[in-house]
């Protein structure tokens, strides 16, 4: 009892904590050398001291350089860049903050003056392009609700958002665009049953006038694809839950955003990302194979595609390779989440890939995809709670798209090296026979098949060769 007190108490000091630093007063960092004008603009860089970052090769010690991504670089007909298509996703490396439900923010970049006033919105959005022009990427995906404040009516949410957008629009130019926008149906109150699939008609009305308005200046951004993430598209236990009305509900609402997308003409891909459950208990967009069986169902096969993230795959008891081929396979694979969790953490912990391995199992399956255009790979990643330098804002994305990068160049190894793919090939030989051509023809009838089978007696089974290929793909590493 004596103990549950004290975890009250402890609950209660981090929850006034945050409401301190929430509603603080603007104040001016000095920290970096930075300084605020009388308008609250950011005079100077966000970055001092940091280079643009550029290719320098495996050889290179300099921890502020490539060495395996060299955007320019020709591999299989397409340059590095192309075959990468790399986005900086803003709420995780403008609006991240180290919190996590045991312990409050470690993270106060110098910039910040502890509001969420529009003005810092738009010092945000200049250190956002500052950082995409240093990185040398040239996409940036967001949450409405990330990159402009929430409003007291929803009047008021849409003006705080056009003001931040015009600003987005001006410094963007000509050669910069979202990968994508997203409307972020989860984190206020009115979702706390789920935006499309909550009870209320009220709330789904609201989530639809919010993703109209967040479709929209993704379009007038020129972004190339539009998101939906069910955060809390779900249940929490099936007593309370008309599952069937809740799916139909959700398919309504897909078919609405479709039909909205066409009336304004915006071209971009709708894509659906799968995750299994947190917040839910359970998500209805489960995992690949789940997700495509609904756009099945409701008629929207040609419609959407996927986004996969490889932390959510490992959530739903698959690989980030075995979800990113069921979407392939099915002709559903638009996007990547570029992240990765930890094997021994059970959770979402959204880390930047570091695995070289799991890398060359995506860029294969991207490679077989074609490339992943008009979608591409977004850094869904933040830094750990304990990096707290603005350096380290740089140090993770260099990593995690040099290790993409290599996996790239190691997947074009096993392809080009051709041994993984004739072991593949004669372990399925059998089939390439005029009989087996006849079964995957769909003209292999259990009459026939009894009589070879009596004919031929005991099948021999061949050994599926499992080591060599492990060895294959090592060797490629």
Not at 55 to 65: F, H, M, R, T, V
Not at 177 to 184: K, N, S, Y
Request: net charge negative; hydrophobic share 35%.
């Amino acid at each position: 009892m004596k103990g549950g007190r004290i975890l009250l108490l402890l609950v209660c000091s981090t929850v006034i904590t945050l409401g301190v630093f929430a509603a603080g007063p603007p104040t001016c960092p000095a920290d970096l050398g930075g300084k605020c004008s009388g308008s609250g603009e950011w005079e100077g860089e966000f970055f001092p001291g940091i280079p643009k970052i550029k290719y320098e090769g495996p050889s290179s010690k300099n921890p502020l350089a490539f060495k395996w991504y060299n955007a320019e670089e020709e591999i299989l007909g397409k340059k590095m860049k192309d075959w990468m298509r790399f986005s900086i996703a803003f709420w995780h490396t403008f609006r991240g903050t180290g919190g996590d439900p045991f312990g409050a923010p470690t993270k106060y970049w110098p910039w910040e003056d502890g509001t969420n006033s529009l003005a810092m919105a738009k010092r945000r959005m200049r250190a956002n392009f500052e950082f995409l022009e240093k990185i040398g990427v040239d996409r940036w995906c967001f949450h409405d609700r990330d990159i402009a404040p929430d409003g007291e009516t929803l009047e008021e949410s849409n003006r705080n958002l056009d003001e931040v957008v015009a600003l987005a629009k001006e410094l963007q130019g000509t050669k910069i665009r979202p990968l994508w926008g997203t409307a972020q149906l989860f984190m206020h109150p009115r979702y706390m049953h789920g935006g499309a699939t909550s009870s209320e008609v009220g709330v789904y009305a609201y989530a639809a006038a919010q993703v109209k308005k967040a479709m929209e200046v993704t379009h007038y951004l020129g972004g190339e694809n539009y998101v939906f993430w069910g955060g809390r598209e779900g249940y929490q236990t099936l007593l309370n839950t008309d599952m069937e009305r809740e799916l139909d509900h959700l398919g309504r609402f897909c078919e609405a955003a479709v039909a909205y997308k066409k009336k304004i003409g915006f071209n971009g891909t709708l894509l659906i990302e799968p995750k299994p459950q947190e917040p839910t208990k359970h998500q209805y967009d489960w995992d690949a194979a789940t997700t495509a069986n609904f756009l099945r169902k409701y008629g929207l096969i040609g419609e959407f595609k996927l986004n996969i993230e490889c932390n959510h795959a490992t959530l739903s008891g698959h690989s980030c390779h075995h979800e990113l081929e069921t979407a392939r396979i099915n002709g559903l694979l638009g996007n990547i989440d570029a992240n990765t969790g930890d094997p021994q953490i059970g959770w979402d912990t959204d880390q930047f890939m570091t695995d070289i391995s799991e890398a060359t199992l995506v860029m294969l399956s991207v490679i077989r995809n074609g490339g992943l255009a008009p979608g591409g790979f977004n850094f869904d990643a933040k830094l750990r709670r304990e990096s707290t330098d603005v350096e380290d804002i740089f140090l993770a994305h260099i990593s995690g798209m040099d290790t993409l990068a290599r996996g790239l160049r190691s997947a074009v190894k096993l392809i080009q090296d051709g041994s993984l793919d004739e072991l593949v090939r004669k372990r399925y030989q059998s089939f390439d026979t005029e009989i087996g051509a006849q079964v995957e023809a769909g003209k292999g009838d259990f009459e026939t098949l009894e009589k070879l089978a009596m004919k031929w007696g005991e099948p021999k089974v061949p050994s599926a060769k499992q080591e060599l290929a492990e060895m294959i793909f090592q060797s490629a590493l």
